[in-house]
């Protein structure tokens, strides 16, 4: 035990670097189904002692688990596709309670955290000089399955870099900042980019007045250089969107199709929603039994009910030859499957705990504000990208969001027993 205590952050460190890893080398070697999910829940165990769950995340996992159980007795969702859903579902509840029990001290948690971005930036650079070729990352995404994973990787990376920064004061994590910053705007993902410029935004209501910021000069030359580089693709990018938009109308656009069911399936479902594992998960995709190690794509019921297996890009037949954008939407699923009831809920899991840690941000000493501000940052991003991308949810952004997280507020809450913050 006294060997595992020692090297927790190594060995956190290497549970990263397989999970990042793991989706490339996949492309090669067959990997066990569930590695990535099992790995995450039985590594962390090797590193506690005990479980000392955080009350409120307790709370909405019972709140939550009581919600899918009456919407399961209310539909006739399989139980199978029950089971899966409610484990992808709330991975990241599951995570943040293990990852809450690590004790881990403050100079280790730090150095876990310069690794991270020290292999972030190694892992980028295929990615750029990829790039290289023909100035599109989206076309390089390098060790990571898709760029939806490799951008948001790059804001997490920036959103750790702001909080070295204020720790220690070096320059040189604001620079690391900065630059993440900007190849997340190389992406031309909206979402990622205006996360990215968010967190600035965050970053200065949390440290910076706002007069001095605001009226700055070299904040608003930097806006304008960034808009200029960026104005082309990004006019590109809107004109190619609105394209398609005008072409196919908003029910039949992939996404905004998708909001559009899941809206109609509250509505009919209300209060607690389709049941897990109905619609826009991917537990609502799978078959059961398993064959041969994998799962049997099939869509659920409820698709072709609503619409949405007609929608060319949502439809069966490309999501069995592999081009699923079906989980390309985290908040649909959310919101079809709990329910408005149990969408409340789910926001309000991230939407609160910022909420309390951005009104108190004046109160806090150096460490706790720190912690807070990258809490606040990860969980903005986790309620604008959500948990899931084109493949099945990746746990890869659970350790992100609700690892690291959860042991900044195990720090916090030490932190608060101390007295050394009055909030």
């Not at 985290?330 to 408005?340: F, N, Q, R, S, V």
């Not at 809490?375 to 986790?382: F, L, Q, T």
């Amino acid at each position: 035990m006294n060997l595992l205590i020692i090297r927790k952050d190594k060995i956190l460190f290497g549970l990263y670097i397989f999970i990042i890893l793991s989706e490339w080398i996949g492309n090669f070697i067959s990997q066990p189904l569930g590695i990535r999910h099992l790995s995450l829940l039985l590594v962390p165990l090797l590193l506690i002692r005990s479980l000392r769950a955080q009350k409120r995340t307790l709370m909405y996992l019972c709140y939550l688990t009581i919600l899918s159980i009456l919407a399961y007795l209310f539909d006739n969702a399989d139980f199978f596709n029950f089971s899966v859903g409610y484990f992808f579902t709330f991975f990241f509840l599951f995570i943040h309670v293990i990852f809450y029990s690590i004790g881990i001290s403050y100079h280790r948690l730090i150095n876990l955290l310069h690794l991270i971005v020290f292999a972030n930036l190694v892992f980028a650079m295929p990615t750029l000089f990829g790039a290289l070729v023909d100035f599109d990352l989206r076309n390089h995404p390098g060790v990571f399955r898709e760029v939806g994973a490799f951008a948001t990787t790059m804001m997490a990376s920036q959103i750790i870099c702001l909080l070295l920064y204020r720790l220690t004061s070096r320059s040189k994590y604001f620079k690391l900042a900065c630059f993440f910053s900007l190849i997340c705007m190389l992406t031309i993902l909206k979402k990622t980019m205006f996360l990215s410029l968010f967190v600035w935004v965050l970053y200065a209501a949390f440290y910076l007045d706002y007069k001095k910021w605001l009226f700055n000069p070299r904040v608003w030359i930097s806006l304008v250089l960034i808009t200029l580089v960026m104005a082309t693709p990004m006019q590109k990018n809107f004109a190619k969107n609105l394209s398609y938009l005008n072409y196919v109308g908003a029910e039949n656009h992939v996404r905004i199709g998708m909001y559009i069911s899941a809206v109609k399936i509250s509505i009919d479902h209300a209060p607690f929603g389709s049941g897990l594992g109905t619609f826009g998960s991917f537990a609502s995709i799978i078959n059961n039994p398993i064959s041969e190690g994998y799962f049997d794509y099939k869509y659920n019921d409820i698709y072709h009910r609503y619409g949405v297996a007609s929608i060319a890009g949502n439809s069966e037949e490309r999501m069995r030859d592999g081009g699923m954008t079906v989980l390309d939407t985290y908040w649909p699923h959310i919101l079809a499957e709990l329910g408005i009831v149990g969408f409340i809920v789910m926001l309000s899991f991230w939407a609160r705990q910022v909420y309390t840690f951005f009104i108190n941000r004046k109160r806090m000493n150096i460490q706790t504000s720190a912690f807070a501000f990258y809490i606040c940052a990860i969980y903005i991003a986790v309620i604008g990208e959500g948990l899931a991308l084109i493949q099945p949810e990746l746990p890869f952004f659970v350790f992100f969001h609700a690892g690291l997280s959860a042991m900044f507020l195990r720090k916090i809450s030490t932190y608060k027993r101390r007295r050394l913050d009055k909030f």
